[in-house]
Structures are given as C-alpha cells and as structure tokens.
C-alpha cells in the first residue's frame, strides 16, 4: 500500500513538473516573439505589412490574368506572378511570425479597388500590362529602398532575395505583346 501510495504522488508531482515545463516554455516562447516584435523598427514592420499587401494582390492579379487574359503571354505572366508571389509571401509570412508580425491576410480597399477595375476592364491584357508595369515599378523602387534602410539583417536578405524576381516580372510585363486598341 505505502508503495503504491509513494508511486501516485510520484507521479503527480511528475505530471505537475511537466505541466509547468509546458507553461514556461510557452511564457518564454511567447516573450520571445513580444521581445523580437518589439526590436522590429517601425519602419521594417510597415515594409513587411506593405510587401505582403502587394504580393498579395500580385497573386490575385495573376489569378485573374488566368481567368480573363487573352494572350497566352498575359496568361502565363500571370502563372508566374501567382508561383512567385506565393512562394514569396509564404517566406514573408514565415519571416515575419519569427519577428512578432502578423502579415494581412486580405486587401485593403485601394488594392481591392484596383483589381476592381481590372476585372472589368473592356481591354483586360492592356489593362494588365499596364497595371503590372506601374505596380512593379513602385515594387521595385521600395524594395531597393529597403535593400539599403531596414534595420533588420533578415528582412533585408529576404528584400534582396526577391528582388530580382520583381525586376525579372517587369521586364516580363514590359514585353507583353499587347495590341492597343484605337479609341473612336
């Protein structure tokens, strides 16, 4: 019976210690991830935010070039821009967890507004063109931007990682061979 006894609180203690183990590594972990986001400047929080809005859109504008392009180029720039920005944004998202940052996960209005009118666009590969030459070159000004100013050594080896995949998207729109239509 004494054995017995001895095994039971043995093992509640064991249970106890495990239950605390599991409560301090989740404190600690969690400290961790207030302490990382609270290193993060503010500048390289708003970079994060802003390039995950933007590649976000760049994949809706990719999924909507597979749906309404006309082109067999549009279609597959927007294969491309839907591969690439995936594959960018899911880094982004890793990335920005391990600072404490939580990545939108939907557009805000004025990016909403403009694949609003790309959808109905009466010339979709015209407009697509155009609107993935002038959102890739805004792109790609920021991003050199952060190349040179943000603080954190990770954000700014992920912005020169992706920045030849958004020279090589404006090259790929500027070369779109998209005919103009002639307005009456």
């Given at each position: ?7 039971i ?13 599991v409560?301090a ?26 390039a995950?809005?933007?590649g976000?859109m ?9 749906q ?14 839907i ?5 960018a ?8 967890s ?22 109905s ?8 063109k155009?609107?993935?030459v002038?959102d ?25 990682k992706?920045?030849?995949t ?11 061979g ?7």
């Open positions: 019976m004494k054995r017995a006894l001895t095994f609180v043995t093992m509640a203690v064991a249970s106890q210690l495990a239950n605390w183990t409560f590594a989740e404190h600690h972990s969690g400290a961790d991830k207030a302490q990382a986001s609270a290193n993060l400047s503010k500048k390289d929080a708003k970079f994060i935010n802003d995950a809005e933007g976000l760049e994949v809706r504008m990719g999924e909507l070039a597979q309404k392009g006309q082109s067999a180029d549009v279609k597959a720039l927007g294969q491309r821009l591969t690439d920005h995936t594959k944004n899911d880094e982004l998202k890793q990335l920005a391990g600072k404490g940052v939580t990545v939108p996960s939907a557009l805000p209005d004025h990016h909403q507004k403009m694949l609003d009118k790309l959808s666009a009466s010339d979709f590969d015209k407009t697509f155009d609107m993935a002038k890739h070159k805004k792109d790609i000004k920021e991003f050199e931007k952060a190349s040179k100013k943000c603080d954190d050594a990770d954000i700014k080896a992920w912005v020169t992706t920045l030849p958004l020279q090589e998207h404006l090259r790929m729109a500027e070369q779109l998209v005919a103009r239509t002639a307005s009456k």
